[in-house]
């Protein structure tokens, strides 16, 4: 666990640090930023459109993820409204911001006239790299940990750690003992999403029909999260949070994935070599 990667000292009193959960999100962030930037400047938009698409991206991501987790855990927001308008990493649902700027993704591409599967195929893997690089922040800060386990596999944090203070809280005497071993749930949606990222890839590879990329990208995206939402420690989320967070998030995201898959299976156009086309 190493939620800091680095710190740089200001003077006597003065210092400034990067935590791990922080540099990833950005770094995954301007990832897949440019991954965009770079696919729209294949069918020869101007910078300032661009420009427009990736901004309106990380604001409706921002407004989405933040308008879920108000449902989610509208204890907290009712403490602090303020959080609703903060731009961090932190206080957010990330399915809540996905569907927002794919809302927005979609209203782009037919604004624009651009081939929103053919794009959204390219950028499958590119989202699946991103996510995974989240996890690695999240396994370094030690939060979005498991509930614990006798696995093998099993990962112990150390003593004050979020996964400490979680067992605490269910238990108090457990702050006289070292931290249980915990399942690494930011390790498995890790695997899901650079899977996920791979056989996206590999489709591509084969030229498929457009959209299929994309659709199996996020069924199996979505699937390895809803597994893996079995094993994560939600420690004081309300019951109906886990419900609507589970069940009817990642369910419908599901459903909507496999129709998807379904069309996208049925005769069409297939992907075409090289650089994308009008």
């Not at 640090?17 to 990833?24: D, H, K, M, P, T």
């Not at 020869?44 to 921002?62: D, G, M």
């Not at 989202?127 to 099993?154: D, N």
């Not at 609507?244 to 992907?271: D, H, N, S």
Request: aromatic share 14%; charged share 10%.
């Amino acid at each position: 666990m190493h939620p800091v990667l680095f710190e740089t000292t200001l003077g006597v009193n003065g210092s400034i640090s990067f935590g791990a959960y922080r540099f990833f999100g950005l770094a995954a962030a301007f990832y897949l930023l440019g991954a965009a930037w770079f696919f729209l400047r294949a069918y020869k938009l101007a910078h300032l459109h661009i420009a427009a698409i990736t901004a309106s991206l990380v604001a409706s991501f921002f407004m989405g993820s933040r308008l879920l987790y108000a449902l989610l855990h509208p204890q907290v927001i009712a403490a602090n409204p303020v959080l609703l308008t903060k731009i961090h990493l932190s206080n957010f649902t990330l399915y809540g911001g996905l569907a927002a700027a794919l809302l927005t993704w979609w209203l782009a591409a037919r604004t624009l006239e651009l081939p929103l599967y053919r794009l959204t195929d390219r950028l499958a893997p590119h989202a699946g790299i991103a996510a995974a690089l989240i996890r690695v922040g999240c396994y370094f800060s030690g939060c979005c940990f498991g509930i614990p386990t006798g696995l093998p596999w099993g990962i112990t944090f150390p003593t004050g750690s979020p996964a400490h203070l979680a067992q605490a809280a269910n238990n108090p005497l457990a702050l006289l003992y070292p931290t249980a071993p915990v399942h690494p749930t930011q390790l498995y949606e890790l695997a899901s999403a650079l899977g996920a990222a791979l056989v996206a890839w590999l489709l591509l590879k084969k030229n498929v029909k457009e959209g299929l990329a994309g659709a199996v990208f996020g069924l199996i995206f979505t699937a390895g999260r809803l597994i893996t939402f079995q094993f994560r420690d939600f420690p004081f989320a309300e019951g109906y949070s886990n419900l609507l967070r589970g069940p009817l998030v990642y369910g419908a995201a599901i459903a909507v994935f496999a129709i998807w898959t379904y069309k996208a299976m049925e005769p069409g156009v297939k992907q075409k070599a090289g650089l994308p086309e009008k």
